[in-house]
């Protein structure tokens, strides 16, 4: 398995939940890695991707509320969810690339939940 997502489950609206991406060494070498969401009857939708250089990019409906940061002692990218609104319920993917197609690689997806 090259990449594991952890971190889903049922939180309040408001509330706050961390995921994690951990990631093999080659996946982890990408130059891209990120975090996806699909939500029943909707498409995949990026979330937020960051860069082996620390450049970062965020999808507009989470902009102010998610947070993506990657820590390499860990091989680990991390996507911190505040203010979480039910329209965030979705499963969670982590997904790693080079710059052509950032996306490359997927990891299992991990549901989030948010009641109102």
């Known amino acids: 398995v090259q990449l594991q997502a952890f971190g889903g489950g049922l939180v309040q609206a408001g509330g706050s939940l961390r995921l994690s991406c951990v990631a093999s060494?080659?996946?982890?070498?990408?130059?891209?890695m990120g975090w996806y969401r699909q939500a029943p009857g909707k498409q995949r939708e990026l979330v937020a991707d960051?860069?082996?250089?620390?450049?970062?990019n965020y999808g507009d409906s989470v902009k102010g509320r998610f947070t993506i940061s990657r820590d390499t002692a860990k091989n680990t990218v991390y996507l911190e969810m505040s203010d979480l609104k039910p329209e965030d319920t979705a499963v969670y993917y982590c997904?790693?690339?080079?710059?052509?197609?950032?996306?490359?690689?997927w990891g299992q997806g991990t549901q989030v939940t948010v009641s109102s």
């Open positions: 997904a790693a690339g080079p710059w052509q197609k950032p996306n490359s690689y």
């Open positions: 060494d080659y996946i982890f070498s990408m130059q891209s």
């Open positions: 960051i860069t082996r250089t620390g450049s970062r």
